[in-house]
């Protein structure tokens, strides 16, 4: 199994930075696409950035020039960087990961995950 745990949520002034933080843990034999999802009250999840397993990113148009997504394969680790923050980025930020884990030691099979999410509130 995989898991994969969020940090660097946090209360911030409009303009303000936060960093967030999404790594996996388990029985990871590789990650393939990682990605930032967000989640406003009333509204559906919306991808924010991916990254894949090259480094090839993709962005919302609405957080392009002021977040940036990055990964470190060694720590199985996804970052998002946001700055400029403003009062409409306030949601709940989910990481999301693909890739292949140990089902046995001599098995593998493909996941999906989720993490359980991190709030991100920013006051104007």
């Known amino acids: 199994q995989v898991q994969l745990v969020e940090s660097g949520g946090g209360l911030v002034q409009t303009g303000g930075s936060l960093r967030l933080s999404c790594a996996a843990s388990?029985?990871?034999?590789?990650?393939?696409?990682m990605s930032w999802y967000r989640q406003a009250p009333g509204e559906q999840r919306a991808l924010v950035a991916e990254?894949?397993?090259?480094?090839?990113?993709n962005y919302a148009d609405s957080v392009k020039g002021r977040f940036t997504i990055s990964r470190d394969n060694a720590k199985n680790t996804v970052y998002l960087q946001m700055n400029s923050l403003k009062p409409e980025d306030t949601a709940a930020y989910y990481c999301?990961?693909?890739?292949?884990?140990?089902?046995?030691?001599?098995?593998?099979?493909?996941?999906?995950?989720w993490g359980q999410g991190t709030q991100v509130t920013v006051s104007s």
């Open positions: 999301a990961a693909t890739g292949r884990y140990w089902l046995t030691t001599t098995r593998t099979r493909d996941f999906d995950y």
């Open positions: 388990g029985s990871v034999v590789r990650l393939n696409t």
């Open positions: 990254i894949t397993s090259n480094g090839s990113t």
